[in-house]
């Protein structure tokens, strides 16, 4: 590959392969210290917004909020990197659905913490959605 092609390659890719080193960076966080980051994001809610505190499920919110705002942003880089590429933008939703599932694979090793069903659908949706604003934000007007 020449110089200019893998400079074109890394600046394409480049976004995808950090959001994928950021999720497998925090996948990799034992379940004593992803409890201890959820638990100080509900705390700073809960101290600004009280009636927050009511909610039972607010952890289980925080968590899957995470998984899904992560996988919108990996499914906007990788929709721009296919589309940069000459590839169907679709293609992105796919790379992020396999990605999720290894991610949960990789779970499975780290102390108290699963790999689960329900987290690859909901960072399909987040990557669905972030490639659906990549589409949206990026097709061709037509005059």
Known sequence: MQLKTLGKFFK???PVLLMMVIIFIFSSFPATQSDEQSGLIVNTLTKV?????QVKPLVTIIRKSAHF???AILG???ARAFKLSGHNPFHSIWLSTL???TDEFHQTFISGRSG???DILVD??????GASIYFLTH????A
């Open 12 to 14: 394409t890719w480049y």
């Open 99 to 101: 990605y999720a599932a």
């Open 76 to 78: 906007f880089f990788s």
């Open 139 to 142: 097709r061709k007007k037509v």
């Open 124 to 129: 399909t949706l987040g990557a669905s959605f």
């Open 116 to 118: 689960e069903f329900r």
């Open 49 to 53: 917004f009280p009636e927050l505190g």
């Open 69 to 71: 705002i992560e996988y």
